[in-house]
């Protein structure tokens, strides 16, 4: 089985940086796209940030130049680093990996999510 882990999440103040981390874990084969997600209450989950096994990276405008998304491929984690941080920051975020997994006879991709981890700025 493949599971996702966030760490990172908490309070923080206006202006601030927190970092974000997802570790996957199980009978990986290979991992491909890499992303983090966020969801205000009530609403449907946004990109923030995806960032390919190359290392090619695409962002949502409203964090373009204040986060900065990362991944270690050796440890099968990415991550977001997240400065400036604003009020309307403040949501649950999740990590997303599309992962080719072992299976007994063969592989199988799909898309995995983390469980979320709560960001809250405040001002």
């Known amino acids: 089985q493949v599971q996702l882990v966030e760490s990172g999440g908490g309070l923080v103040q206006a202006g601030g940086s927190l970092r974000l981390s997802c570790a996957a874990s199980?009978?990986?084969?290979?991992?491909?796209?890499m992303g983090w997600y966020r969801q205000y209450p009530g609403k449907q989950r946004e990109l923030v940030a995806t960032?390919?096994?190359?290392?090619?990276?695409d962002y949502a405008d409203s964090v373009k130049g204040r986060f900065t998304i990362s991944r270690d491929n050796a440890k099968n984690t990415v991550y977001l680093q997240m400065n400036s941080l604003k009020p309307e920051d403040t949501a649950v975020y999740y990590c997303?990996?599309?992962?080719?997994?072992?299976?007994?006879?063969?592989?199988?991709?799909?898309?995995?999510w983390g469980r979320g981890t709560q960001v809250t700025v405040s001002s």
């Open positions: 997303k990996s599309n992962i080719v997994s072992l299976q007994y006879v063969g592989t199988y991709e799909n898309d995995y």
């Open positions: 199980g009978s990986i084969f290979r991992i491909k796209n």
């Open positions: 960032i390919t096994s190359g290392g090619s990276t």
